[in-house]
């Protein structure tokens, strides 16, 4: 099927490195046409993502769009880049500064675990290892806690300046 074909697959991985790129190129203090250029880019992104999406839709039928985990993440990103062009050009949200909708619409990087089997391994590792490293954040907070009280118990209130007037 076309969906499945490897120029589909090669024009999407160039299309999310580059929407990445274009997203992390955003600084402050930056020149007006890098804004201008920002803004274009992020529509023109924003619309293949779309047309990826329905094509998609369309080739796999509605619900058979939906049996997959990537496809109904790629779905959520895209409508939720979306609704943010709608709200910035409504003048209901903000275009300055890094927004959550902006930060979901990062999250497409990981569309390319799809298709990179090593890196879905090491996603999928990582995934499985929170629940370690919870409890590892956790030990390690108690222990900042501890010798943070430890150290105003020892060391609270000697090194305070005195102002001699």
């Given amino acids: 099927k076309w969906c499945k074909s ?18 992390v190129s955003e ?3 930056q020149p007006m046409w890098l804004d201008e250029f920002q803004e274009i880019c992020n529509r023109i992104f924003v619309t293949l993502f779309t047309l990826e999406m329905f094509l998609k839709m369309y080739s796999l039928g509605f619900q058979g769009y939906f049996v997959s985990l990537f496809n109904r993440f790629d779905c959520f990103v895209v409508i939720s880049s979306i609704l943010e062009l709608l709200l910035t050009n409504l003048d209901i949200m903000m275009p300055l500064g890094v927004s959550v909708l902006r930060c979901v619409r990062l999250l497409r990087i990981f569309k390319v675990t799809k298709y990179w089997f090593s890196l879905r391994n090491l996603v999928a590792s990582l995934i499985n290892s929170m629940r370690a490293i919870a409890s590892l ?10 010798f943070a009280l430890l150290g105003m118990q020892l060391f609270g209130g000697k090194f305070a300046e005195t102002t001699s007037g």
């Fill in 137 to 146: 954040l956790l030990l390690l907070f108690l222990f900042i806690v501890i």
């Fill in 27 to 29: 600084h402050y203090r």
């Fill in 6 to 23: 490897q120029t589909l697959y090669w024009s999407v991985i160039v299309l999310v490195f580059l929407n990445t790129l274009t997203l």
